[in-house]
């Protein structure tokens, strides 16, 4: 079992930044990837980025450059710093981490989600 924490979200203007952070806890060492999606409100939920144990990392095409997620795996946490925010940016923020079961199987699991809300 994973256990994963959100915070930093918030309300800011448009233009503006925001650094999301998760923390994990439980089996932790099991974790393979970890990385952040979002929802908007009547939308599906979609990727974010994602950033492997080794530190590679996939971004959602939309949002290269914008975005910048970093691991730090001794603290079990992943960030996202998120620049130059758009109306657009506004959903609920969740972090996922990926446990491999075996070969061809895996299990995710999701943290509470936090809301991002970017005014215009």
């Known amino acids: 079992q994973v256990q994963l924490v959100e915070s930093g979200g918030g309300l800011v203007q448009a233009g503006g930044s925001l650094r999301l952070s998760c923390a994990a806890s439980?089996?932790?060492?099991?974790?393979?990837?970890m990385g952040w999606y979002r929802q908007a409100p009547g939308n599906q939920r979609e990727l974010v980025a994602t950033i492997s144990r080794g530190g590679t990392t996939n971004y959602a095409d939309s949002l290269k450059g914008r975005f910048t997620i970093a691991r730090e795996n001794a603290k079990n946490t992943v960030n996202l710093q998120m620049n130059s925010l758009t109306p657009e940016d506004t959903a609920v923020y969740y972090c996922?981490?990926?446990?491999?079961?075996?070969?061809?199987?895996?299990?995710?699991?999701w943290g509470q989600g936090t809301q991002v809300t970017v005014s215009s």
């Open positions: 996922n981490a990926n446990l491999p079961l075996g070969l061809y199987s895996s299990r995710n699991y």
């Open positions: 439980g089996s932790t060492s099991s974790i393979n990837t």
